[in-house]
């Protein structure tokens, strides 16, 4: 029977290595996103203006905050987890497949969300018809679709780190 592999070989393996990376790097293009997402609002009066007085226009607000907080600050919360943890608890993470479910399924959602705010707050500050009430309904409840996948996500992640603190506790 062979011993297992030493502790350092086993949490630098590197498709764990390269999903940890991929939480850091999703944060660097959720941030370059966001951050010029926030330049353009506030550099272009009439887009500032669109955001602010258009019927549905602050949906606009709404893709450009989770954007950024839930792609640049959560991806780099959770990329430094997912480093981190592990090597405080010295032990490797508890499933690496729930890791990359989580990526998946948080990018995703996320995604899903932000487009589906962006396309609510253009056409319903395009159209403030009676009609677009129904459409703008439907739109947001893809966005609680998306949402939940977010949430389930972030359940999963929690789920993760909680087993990988407790595994041979």
Known sequence: MSS????????????????TLLFVYACIT?????FSWGALMGGIPAFRMFVDSA?????????????????????????AIYYFVPRLVNRPIYS???????????NIGLMGMVVLFSIAGSIGGYD???E???????????VGFFGTLVLLANIIWGYNIFK????GA
């Open 4 to 19: 297992p592999a030493p502790f350092d070989q086993r949490i630098n393996d590197p498709e764990y290595t390269t999903f």
């Open 55 to 79: 019927p549905h226009g602050h949906l606009i607000l709404l893709a450009h905050g989770h954007i950024n907080l839930l792609g640049w600050v959560e991806m780099a919360i959770f990329g």
């Open 164 to 167: 990988t603190g407790k595994q």
């Open 128 to 130: 403030p018809g009676p």
């Open 96 to 106: 690496l497949k729930l890791v990359k479910i989580h990526f998946w399924m948080h």
């Open 30 to 34: 959720y941030a370059i996103i966001g």
């Open 132 to 142: 677009i009430e129904k459409t703008v309904t439907h739109l947001m409840a893809g």
